[in-house]
């Protein structure tokens, strides 16, 4: 690819305010910039696990959102797109003169500044984003990289690397990656998702399909071959086309066989019709695969060999709050997921079925959003069919109405899947009852699986040490 001419970002003698700085996005760059010589402060509403690692990087974060936060020196102010435009912080800030730019802006600043890899799609960014950046890493590339979930196995997410590319996700909520204009560009599958934003699918589609037609002409567009939107994304593009697929043997990279073994998923990988061997996955789910088949074409587009990059995958064991296995105690198997929507449910739940065969599997589900959950209703409901048990919390408030609000509420929901599936579900609405639910419930061999976009990951990491425990007193009472 021929070399772009490329704009500098200042980062010395900067000082960024983050207001939301610990959303995934908004912490991973915060850090970043950190990295890059910027004075970081920030503010956010509730306290997170990653309140700790902020601060031992000398951040100062502030648990409220007030207009006094600005340091005298504070010459930029850098928002959420979560953020309302009465927010004081924003509101102080457009007073005072203060520069401010949305998330998305900034991100497309410095893709301007380095050769973007931009991973887009409806699901799977966070797990491909992850992937490409492991495998850049381990083959010696050191790629910069925001991913908007923490990543065990590089040290969190986000890193400012000596090498060529930045790795980052480009979200389609509110037309935010129409602020990129990346070198590689990954598009893994498109559905129907933000539809409190976006008035129907022809109008998502049209998004990605100008988001395709942003990425430089000298560069590459990697497609999901088995979407059925691929089609129409691949005319609005202007650059190099690669595809990749399950079921269609004809493109660029697709696999031959698949098959799954007690600790991993196995398979072949073709490129250009040619089997190049044999190689593995840990994750599980088809959904992995395709996320796995989407960073080893991005990857292999910015210059890494396709079989050594296959190779260093089978190392990678995933990211926070993916299906990620917090612990086995009394050999219970506990895993915290982000999926909140129907498909991504589905295909959560699926997975851990072929991780877990013919286990019993309980079901925590914190609903993300009542505008979401009210569209999605019926969908959300069937979901639930392959569960023993489903515990669901009241629902996740985000950027919703008071009217959104009044329209639905978890018992909606609750009702619903007892009428179609059995009586399988129960409405919990306190976390600690949910927590003394599972722990009374539950006996070896069982497999708890806590999903949502909210906080309802810490539920799953207050059982393990709970279950443990009540195996460790049934031991001693034998």
């Known amino acids: 690819m021929a070399e772009a001419k490329l704009r500098t970002v200042q980062f010395n003698d900067q000082h960024w305010h983050f207001v939301g700085i610990l959303g995934t996005g908004m912490r991973a760059l915060a850090r970043y910039a950190c990295e890059r010589g910027a004075s970081i402060t920030g503010s956010d509403v509730q306290a997170s696990p990653s309140l700790k690692e902020l601060t031992s990087r000398g951040i100062k ?20 797109q979560a953020i309302e435009a009465e927010n004081p912080e924003l509101t102080e800030a457009h007073r005072m003169g203060i520069e401010v730019v949305k998330y998305p802006q900034l991100l497309g600043e410095l893709m301007d500044s380095q050769p973007g890899l931009a991973i887009a799609g409806s699901h799977g960014k966070s797990t491909t984003s992850s992937m490409t950046a492991f495998i850049m890493q381990k083959c010696g590339l050191d790629p910069s990289y925001l991913i908007g979930a923490d990543v065990p196995q590089l040290g969190g997410g986000s890193h400012c690397g000596n090498g060529k590319y930045l790795v980052a996700e480009a979200c389609e909520y509110k037309r935010s990656f129409l602020y990129l204009n990346p070198e590689i560009a990954v598009i893994t599958n498109v559905d129907r998702e933000h539809m409190d934003y976006y008035h129907d699918m ?17 560069g590459v567009l990697v497609l999901n071959a088995d979407d059925p939107h691929s089609e129409v ?6 650059c190099r086309i ?12 697709s696999l031959k066989r698949v098959w799954r073994a007690k600790k991993r998923t196995n398979y072949n990988l073709v490129h250009n019709g040619k089997d190049l061997g044999r ?4 994750l599980y789910g088809n959904h992995n695969i395709y996320n796995a088949l989407a960073a080893l074409a991005a990857c292999h587009s910015a210059g890494v060999d396709l079989q050594k990059a296959a190779q260093v995958l089978s190392d990678f064991k995933g990211a926070a709050r993916r299906l990620q296995l917090l612990g086995e105690p009394w050999n219970v198997a506990v895993l915290s997921d982000y ?13 851990t079925k072929q991780q877990f065969p013919n286990r019993r599997i309980f079901c925590i589900f914190q609903p993300h959003q009542y505008s979401r959950t009210k569209k999605m209703l019926g969908e959300l409901a069937q979901t639930f069919k392959d569960c023993w048990m489903a515990l669901i919390s009241d629902i996740y408030a985000a950027r919703d109405t008071e009217k959104d609000r009044a329209a639905v509420n978890s018992m909606d929901l609750v009702r619903l899947i007892n009428e179609d599936l059995g009586m399988k579900a129960h409405y919990v609405p306190d976390f600690e009852d949910i927590e003394d639910i599972i722990v009374r419930e539950v006996v070896p061999e069982d497999v708890v699986l806590v999903m949502g976009a909210g906080n309802i990951w810490q539920v799953a990491h207050n059982i393990v040490p709970q279950i443990q425990m009540k195996g460790a007193k049934q031991y001693h009472a034998a």
């Open 61 to 80: 974060v502030h648990l409220d959102q007030k207009d006094s936060h600005f340091a005298p020196d504070t010459n930029r102010v850098v928002v959420s």
């Open 202 to 218: 022809e109008e998502l589609e049209e998004a990605f399909c100008e988001f395709a037609s942003q990425i430089k002409p000298d």
């Open 233 to 238: 994304i691949e005319q609005a593009a202007r």
């Open 242 to 253: 690669v595809k990749f697929s399950i079921d269609n043997p004809d493109v660029d990279i």
């Open 279 to 282: 190689y593995a996955l840990k």
């Open 339 to 351: 999926a909140h929507h129907p498909n991504e449910i589905k295909a959560s739940i699926s997975a």
